[in-house]
T-cell receptor
Framework: GQQLNQSPQSMFIQEGEDVSMNCTSS?????WLWYKQDPGEGPVLLIA?????ELTSNGRLTAQFGITRKDSFLNISASIPSDVGIYFC???????????FGKGITLSVRP | EPEVTQTPSHQVTQMGQEVILRCVPI?????FYWYRQILGQKVEFLVS????????KSEIFDDQFSVERPDGSNFTLKIRSTKLEDSAMYFC????????????FGPGTRLTVT
């Protein structure tokens, strides 16, 4: 079935640093979404991407939809302590209604 | 800002009991979803619902599961006879634009089956 790969499982950065997260798939996706999840809460939508090559920003966050439609990355610039959490990529093929999620990357920010 | 709400936040039930998890999607959204997340794992799709019927369901969504939109605002997930392995966070989501649109998630219901 469709799978989204996120690695590493955990990332540790210093406050103020930039960080980049990648998400790859062997399948083509028509929509890429990036979510952040805090412990015990639901995923919160950060950025949605709809076109191959699209680059979209939301404050300190920037995400791109890969040209091949098989990958996406999320950049966080000038990290702050509240950036701590689990970052999930999710994709939709457009042929169906479900979102396929990656396993997530746990981000820790050292003050 | 409109948001998806879910009740209860935590439900504890005994194995074999029926549970109903409730959701109020964002008011102008027409597409509704249930997902689950077993502790420490990724979010998994269960079912999608549009125009008062199931659009798609996963292998997890077997005969023990059912969904309903009993009125104009609520969207429910029923598990008829819970099993230990049903213990998970259950998230409701909704979208305005359909399958490829942005899906907004509720805070979740933590289901614990003992």
């Amino acid at each position: 079935g469709q799978q989204l790969n996120q690695s590493p499982q955990s990332m540790f950065i210093q406050e103020g640093e930039d960080v980049s997260m990648n998400c790859t798939s062997s399948s083509i996706f028509n929509t890429w979404l990036w979510y952040k999840q805090d412990p015990g809460e639901g995923p919160v939508l950060l950025i949605a991407l709809y076109k191959a090559g699209e680059l979209t920003s939301n404050g300190r966050l920037t995400a791109q939809f890969g040209i091949t439609r098989k990958d996406s990355f999320l950049n966080i610039s000038a990290s702050i302590p509240s950036d701590v959490g689990i970052y999930f990529c999710a994709g939709n093929t457009g042929a169906n209604s479900k979102l396929t999620f990656g396993k997530g990357i746990t981000l820790s920010v050292r003050p | 800002e409109p948001e998806v709400t879910q009740t209860p936040s935590h439900q504890v039930t005994q194995m074999g009991q029926e549970v109903i998890l409730r959701c109020v999607p964002i008011s102008n959204h027409l597409y509704f979803y249930w997902y689950r997340q077993i502790l420490g794992q990724k979010v998994e799709f269960l079912v999608s619902f549009y125009n008062n019927e199931i659009s798609e369901k996963s292998e997890i969504f077997d005969d023990q599961f059912s969904v309903e939109r009993p009125d104009g605002s609520n969207f429910t997930l029923k598990i008829r006879s819970t099993k230990l392995e049903d213990s998970a966070m259950y998230f409701c989501a909704s979208s305005e634009q359909g399958p490829s649109g942005e899906q907004y998630f509720g805070p979740g219901t933590r289901l614990t089956v003992t």
